[in-house]
């Protein structure tokens, strides 16, 4: 694709360059994680405690990322729920701001 871009004769300069950097770049759709990590945050809303909250988190990544790799520490069950909480926060945050790309 870049070797056509660079012969073709329909771009202009700009354009071409445009194009070049559009095909260097990531183009992965990340607007499927984002949608999971706002569906994970609303645990913040629906759980009444910290432990609901961390469940209904863990509960929708899991639901949502566990065909795409994701696994739970072995160790969860043993982390505190302010671990927890920091851990999953910061897994949203990340599919968060992925998505806005």
């Not at 009444?48 to 994701?70: I, P, V």
Request: proline share 1%; glycine share 8%; hydrophobic share 35%.
């Amino acid at each position: 694709m870049k070797q056509l871009v660079d012969k073709t004769t329909a771009l202009s300069d700009t354009e071409k360059e445009y194009a070049r950097k559009w095909l260097e770049g990531d183009r992965t759709d990340w607007s499927y994680f984002k949608a999971v990590g706002m569906i994970a945050q609303l645990g913040e809303a629906f759980g009444k405690t910290e432990k609901e909250k961390n469940e209904w988190k863990a509960r929708m990544l899991k639901a949502g990322l566990k065909s795409k790799g994701l696994e739970m520490p072995s160790d969860w069950g043993t982390l505190s729920e302010k671990e927890k909480k920091r851990r999953l926060d910061m897994v949203i945050q990340t599919l968060q701001e992925k998505g806005k790309k």
